[in-house]
C-alpha cells in the first residue's frame, strides 16, 4: 500500500520550503541544524532565516510566509519575510536623541561620579558571576549602588538566569523594595543545564523607595524579538555577545520603570541593547561594562 502522507506526519512531501523550515525553526527537539536540515530537507540559511521571522512574533507575517503570499495577493518568500523582520525591528537613533556613553570598566569604580539620586532607571542583564569576571558578592553591591544612584521613586529591571534567581534578589532586597517580577520572553526559548527548555527569563524590578510608574500602562511580559544571536543584525559599532538581548526587549523594560527625559543606567551594557533603546525612547544613557563590544 503507498504511503499517505499527513500534515501531522509528512514533514517534507507535502510542505513547501518555507512551511519546512518554519517548522524546523520552531522544532523544541534537542536537533542541531544540521539534524534539522536533514529531517526537514531545508538549506540551515532557509532554518536562519525562518528563525528570525518566528523571533519578531509577527503572526500576520509568519502567516504570509507560510502560504507563500499576503492576503491581498502579493507573494512573500521566506527570504523576503526575514528581510521585513529584520527591517522591522532594527533600531536607529532617533532625530535629536539624547546622547548616550559606554565607559569601560567596573561599575563600581567608573560610575563613582554619577551624582547621589541623580539616576531614573537602572535596566540591566546581569550576569552570572561564576562566567562574568565579577566576584560572587556583585549582586549586593549592585543593591548598594543602584540604591545610591536611582532618585527616589526610581526604580532597576535587573534579568537575570533562573538559576542565580534567589541571589540577585537577596543581593537587591538588602538595599532596596520590591516591586513585580516581569518575564522577559524569548520566542524560540532557549536549552538550559537542567533538562528544561526555557521560555523566559525572569526580570526583578526593586525600587529605592515607593515605586512611581509611567503614566502608561504597561505588560509584565517583555516580548524579546531578536534573542537568536545568529540573526540579530550585526554592524561594526556593535557587535554581539554569546547572550546578547535585543533592543526590542529591554526597550520595554526601559519604558515600564522610566519617562520620557530620565537618565537610565546600564551597568553591563555588554553589546549595549539599552542604550540603542533609549536612543529612539527619548531617555538619556549611560553605561558601562568589563568587556564591551569583544
Known amino acids: 500500500m503507498r504511503d499517505i502522507c499527513t500534515p501531522r506526519s509528512c514533514r517534507v512531501h507535502c510542505r513547501s520550503e518555507a512551511e519546512r523550515a518554519l517548522d524546523a525553526a520552531g522544532d523544541t527537539d534537542q536537533?542541531?541544524?544540521?539534524?534539522?536540515?536533514?529531517?526537514?530537507?531545508?538549506?540551515?540559511?532557509?532554518?536562519?532565516?525562518?528563525?528570525?521571522?518566528?523571533a519578531h512574533a509577527d503572526m500576520a507575517l509568519i502567516a504570509a510566509?507560510?502560504?507563500?503570499?499576503?492576503?491581498?495577493?502579493?507573494?512573500?518568500?521566506?527570504?523576503?519575510?526575514?528581510k521585513q523582520a529584520r527591517a522591522a525591528q532594527r533600531v536607529d537613533p532617533a532625530p535629536?536623541?539624547?546622547?548616550?556613553?559606554?565607559?569601560?570598566?567596573d561599575f563600581r569604580t567608573v560610575l563613582a561620579d554619577v551624582p547621589s539620586?541623580?539616576?531614573?532607571?537602572?535596566?540591566?542583564?546581569?550576569?552570572?558571576?561564576?562566567?562574568?569576571?565579577?566576584?560572587?558578592?556583585?549582586?549586593?553591591?549592585?543593591?548598594?549602588?543602584?540604591?545610591r544612584?536611582?532618585?527616589?521613586?526610581?526604580?532597576?529591571?535587573?534579568?537575570?538566569?533562573?538559576?542565580?534567581?534567589?541571589?540577585?534578589?537577596?543581593?537587591?532586597?538588602?538595599?532596596?523594595?520590591?516591586v513585580w517580577t516581569m518575564a522577559y520572553v524569548t520566542p524560540n526559548g532557549r536549552h538550559d543545564n537542567e533538562h528544561l527548555f526555557s521560555w523566559f527569563y525572569p526580570v526583578l524590578i526593586?525600587?529605592?523607595?515607593?515605586?512611581?510608574?509611567?503614566?502608561?500602562?504597561?505588560?509584565?511580559?517583555?516580548?524579546?524579538?531578536?534573542d537568536?544571536?545568529?540573526?540579530?543584525?550585526?554592524?561594526?559599532?556593535?557587535?554581539?555577545?554569546?547572550?546578547?538581548?535585543s533592543p526590542a526587549g529591554m526597550g520595554a523594560l526601559v519604558e515600564r520603570v522610566s519617562s520620557r527625559g530620565d537618565l537610565v543606567i546600564d551597568p553591563f551594557a555588554g553589546s549595549n541593547?539599552?542604550?540603542?533603546?533609549?536612543?529612539?525612547?527619548?531617555?538619556?544613557?549611560l553605561g558601562c561594562d568589563l568587556y564591551p563590544r569583544r
Open 228 to 245: 537568536v544571536i545568529d540573526a540579530l543584525p550585526r554592524d561594526a559599532a556593535y557587535a554581539q555577545h554569546d547572550y546578547a538581548k
Open 273 to 285: 541593547p539599552v542604550g540603542r533603546a533609549c536612543a529612539t525612547l527619548g531617555r538619556r544613557f
Open 65 to 82: 510566509v507560510r502560504r507563500g503570499e499576503w492576503p491581498d495577493g502579493r507573494r512573500v518568500s521566506l527570504r523576503e519575510g526575514a
Open 117 to 147: 539620586g541623580s539616576v531614573g532607571a537602572i535596566v540591566t542583564d546581569v550576569p552570572w558571576p561564576p562566567c562574568a569576571g565579577y566576584e560572587p558578592g556583585l549582586y549586593d553591591d549592585l543593591g548598594k549602588h543602584a540604591a
Open 31 to 54: 536537533h542541531t541544524d544540521s539534524e534539522r536540515h536533514e529531517l526537514y530537507d531545508v538549506s540551515t540559511r532557509s532554518i536562519r532565516d525562518a528563525r528570525v521571522i518566528l
Open 206 to 226: 526593586y525600587c529605592n523607595g515607593s515605586f512611581r510608574p509611567p503614566l502608561v500602562w504597561g505588560s509584565d511580559l517583555a516580548r524579546a524579538g531578536w
Open 96 to 105: 535629536g536623541a539624547p546622547a548616550g556613553e559606554v565607559r569601560i570598566g
Open 149 to 178: 544612584l536611582l532618585r527616589p521613586g526610581g526604580a532597576i529591571a535587573a534579568l537575570v538566569g533562573q538559576r542565580y534567581l534567589p541571589e540577585l534578589a537577596a543581593g537587591l532586597a538588602a538595599h532596596l523594595d520590591y
